[in-house]
């Protein structure tokens, strides 16, 4: 009996990352962690899409347009629209197996917080320097250029930065052997602190202390309020005109509707009880730290006692703010 070759279905074709070859392996993409690093990175056509950062897309451009007709010299580099990032600049030249930094932007220089010149990257303690030579290992053996986005302690005030990093040649005739790396932060710990602050259920307000004028109550610059507060406290998105802790007192009175029923002090921390014209009651804790005001605000079921003589509402003073 002669046999049918059995049909077999067409293979279809499948979409994949270029490869990164570093001691880890791995994929553009890919995230590295380790006890303290978290290092996410691509190549090739991701580049492009995955960076924010304007100036170090102009930089990424630039490079980009150079190395057509050739792996780029770091004078051409600079001469280019890449300068737009020279702020955000290390420059890493190869030395043995190891990298040393010969040039550092100002921008970069502040958010770190000092003089990384001369500096091998061996010597940077923090865990993300042995990943991100890595990635430079894997720059200067193919030729390429890496995007990342990773978390250092590196820089005091910055934990989340946005990378670039560029191989470029020394000269018209030297073989590769710099690395210029953009970065600039992401987040700084303000904006984090917002975030996080965003995701909690209990409203939040949080103001520096500026005195208390004509011997009045403590006053304060509000800084940050976060979502739940804007929420509870009917704050518009375009913010409102609470901007100091003495305008809470006629927002709450006016725009809020809520009358004082009762405070108690406990230490640094007044708790004051609020109802709305609904019946709804409130609790705001107001604590005074060492250099900031703190308000948290909830809402609250328990039935709340009738303020005693001579707490009225509309007395006036921080700690009985809103009444």
Known sequence: MKQVPSVRPTPQPRAFQPA????????????????????QYWMGADIAV?????????????????????????NDLLQSEARQADADLL??????????????????????????RGQLISQITVSVGHILKELFDTCLAHQTAISARFVSDLASD???????????????????RFIASYATPIDNKTDVLQMVLDRSPTGMIVAVPIGAPHGGA??????????????????????????YIRDL??????VVGWTRVNLTVEGQKTRLH???????????TMESLRRFIL?????????????????????????TIGS
Do not use: C
């Open 295 to 319: 308000f948290s605000v909830v809402e609250y079921s328990q039935n709340i006692a009738a303020p005693a003589a001579g707490d009225a509402p509309h007395s006036s003073g921080a700690s």
């Open 20 to 39: 990164v070859v570093t001691a880890r392996g791995g994929k553009s993409g890919v995230t590295y962690r380790s006890t303290q690093a978290h290092v």
């Open 50 to 74: 995955e960076i924010s950062a304007e100036r170090l897309l102009a930089a990424y451009s630039a490079w980009s347009a150079l190395a057509a007709g050739g792996l780029p010299s770091l």
């Open 158 to 176: 910055s934990v989340y930065w946005e990378g670039l990093f560029l191989p470029i040649r020394g000269g018209d005739r030297d073989r590769t």
């Open 218 to 243: 403590q006053d304060g610059r509000i800084i940050l309020i976060n979502a739940r507060a804007k929420e509870i406290l009917k704050f518009d998105q375009n913010g409102s005109a609470v901007n």
């Open 274 to 284: 609020y109802r709305d014209r609904a019946g709804q009651s409130y609790l705001v």
């Open 249 to 254: 007192v006629p927002w709450l009175r006016d």
């Open 91 to 116: 420059l890493y030249l190869r030395v043995d197996e190891d990298y040393l930094i010969v040039a550092q932007g100002a921008d970069r220089a502040r958010h770190i917080g000092r003089d990384m």
